[in-house]
């Protein structure tokens, strides 16, 4: 079964993270020395990006599951609304979500039609959940899960439990969709913020070669192996700024 909270990369995402990290590392800094000799010895820190790429692709693989989950929790309050029980939602629930977003070969297709052959096998729908749940890394998925399971063993209203909690989730993950276009545009302007300076550095090489020149011999190179460090360290504390987690 998928571990959602890490993502291991294949071999074919490796290799083309790997030549696009050592890549960009050369390309950097010849742009700012123009030596290929320091440049070649800066690129293999390009091998350290396969790490952050691989942490790209598992959140936008978490993200694409929250928001399918939250379809799938609408879903799951219209069947039962029609008075279906809860065990006969789920299982009718595959079909209805593959119509709804059109990709039957999903992740969290996937993990419902895992929690139907569960059921199909008398297994209990909490347990199936609660392993759904401590995989996935969700936080909406953990809650669902400990509502059924609580609703369970306290003997109350299943359906209208299920119900409220899938509209509560629902409504939770609205917000939080709003907050996420809001600090849209603060992220594009610290991703060009980090850009910027290379930019202009490269500019200035091409268009003013002569006075870019001390720059690159002498105590220019320690200058700019500084200044290097520092963008480094401020583009990282950026970065960390703008990972808000909601």
Same mark, same amino acid.
């Given at each position: ?8 990369? +294949? ?16 390309? @950097? ?7 290929? *000799? @320091? ?7 390009? %091998?350290?990006? =396969? ?46 979500? *593959? ?8 992740? %969290?297709? &996937? #993990? %419902? ?24 890394? !969700? #936080?909406? /998925? ?18 209208? *439990?299920?119900?409220?909690? +899938?509209? !509560? ?5 609205? *917000?939080?969709?709003? /907050? ?16 910027? =300076? ?15 020149? =001390? ?25 960390? @700024?703008?990972?808000? &987690? %909601?």
């Amino acid at each position: 079964m998928t571990d959602y909270s890490s993502y291991r990369l +294949s071999a074919k995402e490796r290799g083309w993270a790997i030549c696009v990290g050592c890549a960009a590392c050369f390309a @950097i800094v010849w742009l700012l020395y123009r030596n290929s *000799v @320091i440049a070649a010895a800066a690129a293999p820190f390009g %091998l350290l990006y =396969p790490k952050y790429y691989a942490l790209s692709l598992c959140r936008r693989r978490k993200d694409k599951l929250r928001q399918q989950f939250k379809d799938a929790l609408q879903a799951l309050a219209s069947l039962l609304s029609a008075g279906r029980s809860v065990e006969n939602a789920f299982a009718a629930l595959e079909g209805d979500l *593959v119509l709804l977003i059109g990709d039957s070969r999903s992740d %969290l297709i &996937k #993990e %419902l039609r895992g929690v139907a052959n569960r059921l199909n096998s008398g297994e209990q729908l909490e347990t199936a959940l609660q392993d759904l749940a401590a995989r996935s890394d !969700l #936080e909406e /998925v953990r809650n669902f899960a400990e509502a059924i399971a609580i609703c369970k063993r306290a003997g109350g209203d299943l359906i209208e *439990v299920t119900r409220r909690t +899938s509209l !509560l989730i629902s409504e939770k993950m609205d *917000v939080e969709l709003e /907050v996420s276009v809001l600090i849209a545009q603060k992220r594009f302007e610290a991703r060009l913020m980090m850009v910027m =300076p290379f930019a202009f550095v490269g500019i200035l090489g091409f268009l003013a070669a002569d006075y870019m020149q =001390p720059m690159r011999e002498g105590m220019g190179i320690v200058m700019l192996t500084v200044c290097l460090l520092l963008l480094a360290l401020c583009s990282w504390w950026m970065l960390q @700024i703008m990972d808000i &987690k %909601l």
